[in-house]
C-alpha cells in the first residue's frame, strides 16, 4: 500500500489516518469537495451529489480508503440532515465505483469505513460481524454503505469494511463531548448510566485501516473496537478524573435526550458489547486495551 486516496481525509480519523500512514512512507492524496483543506498536498475534487469528479488518481491509486460521510452527530436528525447522512455515503461509494467501472485504473484494494451501528441499539452479548443488521435508522445506514461497497469485489478489488466503534480522540468525537462540561465541574452520565460503550482509541483505529489496506488476507467486515467494553458510567467517569474533575452530578435522564435531541438520542443511549476476536485474530494487537489509559494518552 503505496498510493492511497483518503476520502473524508479533513475528518477527525481522516487527519490522523494520513499523518500515520504518511509516517509510514505512504504517498496519501485526498478527494473532497474543497482544494483548499489540503493546500500543499495533492487534492482531487468531487460532487458526488452531481456526479462529478477529478480523475487523476485513477492511474496512481492502488489503495482507496473511504471515510467520507456527513457526521452522525453534528446536527439533530431532521428529516433532511438524515438524508444527508445517508446520501453522502451511499453517493459518494456509488461514484467511485462508477468511476473505476468506467475507465482504466490501478485500485487494487477498497477500504471502506461503517459502524458498529450495523448492529443496532441493545447489544447485549459479545457481538460479533456474524450478526444480521438490523433496521433502525444508522443500522440501514451502514449496511447499505456496505452493500455498496461489496460491489468493488465485482470490478476485481478487494474490499475491507471497517466498523468503527465510539472513537477516543483529543480534538472531536465522544472524549472532547464529555470534557467540555466535566472541565466546569458538570460530567454526568447518560441514561441510567450502565449501557455498554465500545469504544476505540483514535491510534489503534487508524492502524487497522492500515493493517487492512496492507494485510491482503483481510476481506469483508471487522469490527474496530478494543477488548474491554465499559458502561456509560464508567467511560465518563475516566474522563472526569484524567481531567482531576469531580463526578457527582446525577445522570442526564433519558427523557431529557429524548427531548433535547429527538432521535439521535436513541444513538446516545445504545448498549453495544461488540466482539474484537476476528480483528485480533487477523493479527492486530492493540495498543490500548483499556478505557481508563487510552483516556489518560488522549487528555494530556
Not at 487534492?43 to 473511504?66: A, P, R, V
Not at 468525537?173 to 465500545?198: D, H, I, Q
Not at 445522570?251 to 427531548?259: E, G, H, Q, S, Y
Request: charged share 25%; net charge positive; glycine share 8%.
Amino acid at each position: 500500500m503505496k498510493n492511497i486516496l483518503v476520502t473524508g481525509g479533513s475528518g477527525l480519523v481522516g487527519k490522523h489516518l494520513t499523518r500515520i500512514l504518511e509516517e509510514n512512507k505512504s504517498e496519501v492524496s485526498w478527494i473532497g469537495r474543497s482544494k483548499k483543506e489540503r493546500p500543499f498536498h495533492q487534492k482531487y475534487n468531487w460532487d458526488f451529489e452531481n456526479g462529478n469528479i477529478d480523475k487523476g488518481w485513477l492511474q496512481n491509486t492502488d489503495t482507496i480508503i473511504h471515510l467520507a460521510g456527513a457526521g452522525v452527530a453534528e446536527h439533530k436528525w431532521s428529516d433532511s440532515y438524515k438524508k444527508e447522512i445517508y446520501e453522502s455515503r451511499i453517493k459518494s461509494t456509488k461514484l467511485l465505483h462508477d468511476t473505476l467501472s468506467n475507465n482504466d485504473h490501478s485500485v487494487k484494494t477498497l477500504v471502506c469505513a461503517s459502524a458498529i451501528g450495523i448492529y443496532g441499539n441493545n447489544c447485549l452479548e459479545s457481538t460479533d460481524e456474524t450478526f444480521p443488521a438490523q433496521t433502525n435508522f444508522l443500522a440501514k445506514v451502514c449496511d447499505d454503505w456496505e452493500k455498496e461497497a461489496h460491489k468493488f469485489e465485482l470490478l476485481g478489488i478487494r474490499v475491507v469494511i471497517i466498523r468503527v466503534g465510539i472513537v477516543l480522540a483529543k480534538e472531536g468525537g465522544f472524549v472532547k463531548a464529555v470534557s467540555a462540561p466535566a472541565k466546569w465541574g458538570l460530567g454526568a452520565a447518560f441514561g441510567n448510566g450502565k449501557m455498554m460503550t465500545s469504544w476505540i482509541h483514535i491510534n489503534d483505529l487508524c492502524r487497522i485501516f492500515m493493517k487492512a489496506g496492507n494485510d491482503i488476507n483481510m476481506k469483508g467486515a471487522y469490527n474496530a473496537v478494543a477488548s474491554n467494553p465499559v458502561s456509560n458510567k464508567q467511560i465518563t467517569k475516566a474522563i472526569c478524573q484524567a481531567l482531576h474533575r469531580p463526578y457527582f452530578l446525577p445522570n442526564v435522564p433519558a427523557f431529557m435526550l429524548k427531548l433535547v435531541l429527538g432521535e439521535m438520542a436513541s444513538m446516545i443511549l445504545a448498549n453495544q458489547n461488540i466482539s474484537s476476536k476476528k480483528i485480533e485474530k487477523a493479527g492486530y494487537t492493540f495498543v490500548f486495551n483499556y478505557a481508563e489509559e487510552a483516556i489518560r494518552d488522549v487528555i494530556k
